[in-house]
């Protein structure tokens, strides 16, 4: 039995494919009418809706300008629609343990994901880490969770999509991963399990 469970936001509770073409419109039409940066606009459009915008604007040699715009435009932004969770979402509230969402991301468009999907009261812990007011990682809040509430390490799990970011984060301090790869994105990415949904964390926890 673990104690305590991390998830990522983006594409592990929820597709950002779902809301992406209404959520991102201003963002791809101010890249679109750019020429500041590599010109691959498919490959921008496709990483935005899987990585932080920062990483997307310095991969594809955006330039100090239209990354600021993007900045502007982003850290102002909300989502006021209903979204929805993977229809399986329901199975990580079966799952004995402490829950926290750790997400990285603007923290008004961020928070308004949160609550059109109606799932704060979900975790006992929401953070943002803001890339527009913080320096803080997803490394740090892993840290910071883990100290505050006295877990061993061996009895805390994150879960997320991304091999890079919350993923690479866990296994830098130790913590167990659960990669949610359900396109089989990341065949050669290296974790402790790597489920298609959540039910299979029951399996895997709670030997279902």
Excluded: C
């Amino acid at each position: 039995m673990k104690k305590a469970f991390i998830y990522d936001l983006d594409n592990t509770i929820y597709a950002v494919s779902s809301i992406s073409k209404i959520l991102f419109a201003d963002l791809f039409a101010l890249i679109e009418n750019s020429t500041e940066h590599d010109g691959n606009i498919e490959g921008i459009k496709h990483e935005l809706q899987r990585r932080p915008y920062q990483l997307v604007a310095k991969e594809f040699g955006f330039s100090e300008s239209l990354t600021q715009a993007g900045f502007d435009l982003l850290n102002n932004m909300s989502y006021d629609d209903a979204i929805h969770p993977f229809p399986d979402y329901g199975e990580i509230l079966l799952l004995e343990g402490d829950r926290f969402l750790v997400t990285t991301g603007f923290s008004k468009l961020q928070w308004s994901k949160i609550r059109g999907m109606q799932i704060e009261e979900d975790f006992l812990e929401i953070h943002i880490v803001d890339p527009s007011n913080s320096s803080r990682t997803k490394r740090d809040v892993f840290a910071d969770i883990i100290e505050r509430h006295g877990y061993p390490i061996a009895e805390v799990v994150v879960i997320g999509d991304d091999p890079k970011s919350e993923i690479s984060a866990a296994q830098q301090l130790g913590i167990e991963t659960v990669l949610v790869d359900k396109t089989s994105q990341f065949p050669d990415a290296v974790v402790d399990h790597r489920v298609s949904g959540f039910s299979e964390l029951r399996r895997i926890y709670q030997n279902l």
